[in-house]
Every structure is written in structure tokens, then in C-alpha cells.
Nanobody, 128 residues
Framework: QVQLVESGGGLVQAGGSLRLSCAAS????????MGWFRQAPGKERAFVAA????????RYADSVKGRFHISRDNAKDTVYLQMNSLKLEDTAVYYC?????????????????????WGQGTQVTVSS
């Protein structure tokens, strides 16, 4: 069974930075895309960033482009989300996710319906 465990969330002032980590276990993660999503209070879960299995393809939500950076270390089965220039509206629970299958090279889906495995989430709170 695939397990995903996020870490690195916390409280940060606006303009600050945080790095989230997602450790995967249960299969060889390098063959599979990984994604980050977030859910703010009262809102639906939203796509943040995705990275393909080998890391050559990345995709970002418009709201985080130029501020967030997704990367992965397949030797450690870990995906990272570097978040810079944080804004109040970035406050949310952040989830990492992985699909059950790898459709093609460069596959980095942005829809939550394409993801089958989810972590428990980590809270990111940005204060003024």
C-alpha cells in the first residue's frame, strides 16, 4: 500500500518561506508523478503543483507560479514544495498525492481526480 507523509508546515509571516516534504513508501516513486494540492477553510481542494516521475516536467497553478517550486529526490522517495514570498491567501492544509498508474513519460496531472493516494496533510498558516 502506498503511503504519503507530509511534513514541514507551520506558521510563517507574509513574505516568508517554507519547504514542505512528502515522503512516499510502498513502491518505487520514481516511476510516478506526484502532486501538491491545498484546501483552505470553506473552499474546495485546489491544485498547486505537479511533477513527473523523472522530474523533467513540472506544472503550477497560476496563483503560485514564480513563487513555488516543486522538486523531487527519487533516491529518497521524497517530493518537495519550496514556497517563497508567501501570502495570506496561501494559508491552507497542503496535501501531497500520487496516481496509481503512470500514463506516459512526462505525466504530471493537475486534476485531483487523477490522483489515487493522498497524505494526511500539513497546515500552512501565513500571518500578517
Amino acid at each position: 500500500q502506498v503511503q504519503l507523509v507530509e511534513s514541514g508546515g507551520g506558521l510563517v509571516q507574509a513574505g516568508g518561506s517554507l519547504r514542505l516534504s512528502c515522503a512516499a513508501s510502498g513502491r518505487t516513486s520514481s516511476s510516478y508523478a506526484m502532486g501538491w494540492f491545498r484546501q483552505a477553510p470553506g473552499k474546495e481542494r485546489a491544485f498547486v503543483a505537479a511533477i513527473s516521475g523523472s522530474g523533467e516536467n513540472t506544472r503550477y497553478a497560476d496563483s503560485v507560479k514564480g513563487r513555488f517550486h516543486i522538486s523531487r529526490d527519487n533516491a529518497k522517495d521524497t517530493v518537495y514544495l519550496q514556497m517563497n514570498s508567501l501570502k495570506l491567501e496561501d494559508t491552507a492544509v497542503y496535501y501531497c498525492a500520487a496516481p496509481k498508474f503512470s500514463s506516459y513519460r512526462g505525466y504530471a496531472p493537475i486534476s485531483n481526480y487523477e490522483y489515487d493516494y493522498w497524505g494526511q496533510g500539513t497546515q500552512v498558516t501565513v500571518s500578517s
